[in-house]
């Protein structure tokens, strides 16, 4: 029979910037006492595993680098707690887009006024597009109307980013949300989107919802 081959003991891993894993020659060293020293950074680790604490590399980058003695596995539950308030807090901003008619009744401008209201609370932008079918296309001036009425109803919650477009079939305006403790002041009257229409763009918007 064979002679199987002997057993090696698994070395232990070493983690970066964590005891071992610390390549730098010195350190400026935290202790749980307050005391903060620079030492070469074996002097630093025997310290801590004095204590029974780890030695963890907090400002790598620093000149030199700050390793605090702390417990590993406290640490490492800290900086997750962090990393997930810090997810928490993180907002992907959105355009939520409201499509209207010109000919679009006060209980369905209400409705869509108040989803506005949400999405702008919300920190999201939202872009209200009033689309023209057939002849409406020669009643631009009805859709600037009910686009710009839209604007100063949301203007306790948000302001009117750049200029109304029209682009083909659809007009459209992009209001963003007030900063905190900021309001929307007085602006001049925005210029008509038939002013602000793009040579030769494209057929705009889908139909409404």
């Excluded at 074996?42 to 700050?66: F, N, S």
């Excluded at 209400?110 to 057939?134: M, P, T, Y």
């Excluded at 007009?171 to 229409?197: F, M, Q, T, Y």
Aim: glycine share 8%.
């Amino acid at each position: 029979m064979t002679p199987g081959r002997p057993f090696l003991p698994r070395r232990p891993r070493v983690r970066e910037n964590v005891n071992e894993g610390i390549t730098a020659r010195e350190v400026r060293a935290v202790f749980p006492d307050g005391t903060v020293e620079i030492m070469p950074t074996h002097v630093a680790l025997q310290k801590a595993r004095d204590m029974g604490l780890d030695l963890i590399l907090v400002a790598p980058t620093a000149e030199p680098p700050v390793a605090k003695a702390m417990d590993y596995g406290q640490w490492q539950y800290e900086q997750k707690k962090k990393q997930q308030e810090a997810k928490k807090k993180q907002h992907v901003i959105q355009v939520k887009e409201l499509k209207f008619r010109p000919n679009t009744d006060d209980h369905d401008y209400e409705f869509k006024k108040n989803h506005a209201i949400r999405f702008l609370k919300e920190g999201n932008r939202v872009k209200a597009v009033v689309q023209f079918r057939g002849r409406e296309i020669a009643h631009v001036d009805i859709g600037q109307n009910l686009l710009m009425r839209f604007v100063k109803d949301l203007a306790e919650y948000g302001q009117l980013e750049g200029q109304p477009r029209l682009e083909g079939r659809a007009a459209h305006v992009i209001i963003s949300p007030l900063k905190p403790g900021k309001k929307s002041g007085e602006k001049k009257p925005a210029p008509s989107p038939r002013d602000s229409a793009t040579p030769g763009a494209g057929s705009g918007g889908a139909a409404e919802r």
